[in-house]
């Protein structure tokens, strides 16, 4: 056990101690940062600051740059971001990143994409680590065992210039999940399941640890969907122990130790767990076997149901705020209470984002797709350009395009309407996204959000199905 003064700690606790720089007496702690990733949703001012007090970046080499919310998916230039004051935020980023020696991912770079699919595929992201970036979803990369969380602006600043950042101890929350998922439910389903019962602001003030055997069976990729989804619950981070899968997952990559670097590390990564009997201050336990495939109704994520259920009986709640907030969001969707979610007519579905946006959700797209015809405008955007490189040399671009689907450049795309892809007012989508929020994917858009082979299967019927039917003809197919 690694124990400081005898007493089992947790996983966080480990990071977090590990990385005290300064512990002031009001409860502020100086911690150190050991990755930092730039994107271009940030403020002008943020690089202005250092400019004005002739400050330099402090570790250029530990700080990676690049271009996700902005990039076009449309193609690999500068020039297709229609929108100039987009294009210029990214032109920022660029010139800030070549006069302080910070290394950038080009738009046309083969590892360009969304900071949370390219950080870890490239071995940025390592066990053990801080990992911040001035977007919330920096959650994901605690798949890998690091304590990885968003950070403001200004914050972003400190970081640039300190490499370092004052933060209050956040709480420690252990989510365990128990059972086995039935067959077709995913990380995005259990992630779902999860905050539909804690709420969106259950996870508050805390960082959760995802263990137990359901969790020890999801491969590295779905991790990073659950962490990525911590954010929805209103958790500070999420965070998963290294294991043999995260070992495998990482080695070989191309910013991931070599050699002896490589056998050190794992041997100092295995420390990175949770002792028996170290506390937590909150704990939920969740039985995954009873999860079935999920789809939000509603206007924040924790609204939703399994897609064999109905929208269920929300009028019939006592608080009155919360039955007004609840019929505000049926009004916004055109839902009606106790409404089936099945068979609900969609207008265009969405694959992609850094919650499913990596290969293995393609794959099950894919599946899904094969030698079927879209009913709907669909568009698929890879998470990055390796995934897209990826799925291109298993040939899974050419099911998509034979299925009528359109097959993009990297980009956080319609998971955010800033940058030239969004849905129609009044459109409803199915979407592998994480957020559903009232206008999220274009104004007065209605966003359904769910798993890729989900979305897939609401886009060969033109409709919410169960895609369990079609995922089984799938796998009989392939054996
Ligand atoms: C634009 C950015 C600050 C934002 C975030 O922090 O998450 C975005 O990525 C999102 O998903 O809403
Ligand atoms: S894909 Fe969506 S959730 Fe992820 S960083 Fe981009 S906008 Fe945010």
Redesign the pocket.
Known sequence: MDTVAGQPRTLFDKLWDKHVVHQRDDGHTLIYIDRHYL?D?LPRDTFDVLARRGLRVRRPDATFAMA??YASTRGCSINDIIDADRRELVEKLIDFSRAQGVSMFALDAPQHG???VTGPEQGLTLPGMTVVCG???TS?HGALGAFGFGIGSSEVSHVLATQTLWQKRPATMLARFAGTPAFGVTAKDIALAMIARIGVSGGAGHVIEYAGDAIDALSVEARMTLC?LSIEAGARAGMIAPDEKTYAYLQGRHFAPQGPAWAAAIAEWRALRSDPGARFSREVLLDTARVAPMVTWGTNPSQSAPIDGRVSDVLDLDDPAQRTRLRDALDYMDIRDGQQLEGLPVDRVFI????N?RLEDLRVAAAIFDGRRVKVPTMIVP?SRTVRNAATAEGLDRIFLAAGAEWREP???M??A?NGDEGRPGERIAST???NFVGRQGRGVRTHLMSPGMAAAAAIAGRLVDYRELLRHAAADAT
Do not use: Q
Not at 352 to 355: E, F, I
């Open positions: 994107g949703d996700d919310h969304i900071v949370h977007d919330s979803h994901t990525n992609g984002s850094c919650t946006g998470g980009g956080c795309s998971c955010l800033i996204t994480n957020r």
